[in-house]
């Protein structure tokens, strides 16, 4: 190729990197009506888009054959309260959709407020660990663990004894010592944990298909 063509090229490159760059700005700038609240970390946008928060996990409302999980319709209500009269902004992260084929965002209402983690820290759903989206993982956990400091939301009336919990590193998921995902755990991968409190507080997560009851409560008065 001569000095010209490669001169030639480079300028396209540039020009389709400007070009990239402006429209990543542009859309991340936007703002967005919410149309409906699907539960506390799920939304849909008018322009009819699906959107489920990066980072954290809301316990479920009532859906087909599954009863509603503790805290899973106040979730929904304070999701509610935050987004569904502001004009939201979305941040991507590496990952854009799951298998579901809903968007994956950070969520920001106009005054800044981060939506994911004020989940967080009033309780209303718990850290999930999931790569590539990892942007905002530190501040997300550390909402977490504000909240179960303060006992607000799921972790206000928690009671549980202790058991044996396995936790697996690189997924920062932990599992029931008889799941047989965690009987597959690498040994360098491993860790113990005494309760699943100390498990959440570390940043891992449930492992669904082993653990069905996340939560741990003792009865009202």
């Known amino acids: 190729m001569t000095a010209g063509g490669y001169k030639q090229v480079r300028l396209i490159a540039l020009f389709l990197f400007l070009l990239f760059t402006t429209a990543a700005y542009s ?121 179960m400091k303060a006992k607000k939301g799921l972790w206000r009336r928690w009671k549980e004894e202790k058991g044996m919990y396995i936790g697996n590193r690189k997924s920062m998921r932990f599992h029931l010592p008889t799941c047989p995902f965690a009987q597959n755990i690498k040994r360098k991968n491993r860790v113990n944990f005494a309760t699943k409190w100390d498990a959440f507080t570390a940043g891992y997560a449930p492992a669904k298909k082993c653990i069905e009851k996340f939560w741990s409560y003792k009865s009202e008065d």
């Open 27 to 147: 859309h991340a700038q936007q703002r967005h009506a919410v149309r409906w609240v699907s539960d506390g970390d799920t939304i849909i946008l008018n322009d009819g888009r699906r959107v489920r928060y990066i980072g954290i996990n809301a316990p479920e409302i009532d859906h087909e054959n599954q009863k509603a999980q503790p805290f899973g319709y106040e979730a929904r209500s304070f999701n509610i309260q935050l987004v569904s009269t502001q004009r939201i902004r979305l941040e991507l992260d590496k990952e854009r959709h799951d298998r579901y084929g809903r968007w994956l965002a950070y969520i920001f209402l106009s005054d800044g407020s981060f939506v994911n983690a004020r989940l967080l820290q009033n309780g209303f759903a718990y850290y999930l660990y999931r790569k590539p989206n990892v942007k905002y993982d530190k501040l997300l956990l550390k909402a977490q663990q504000e909240a």
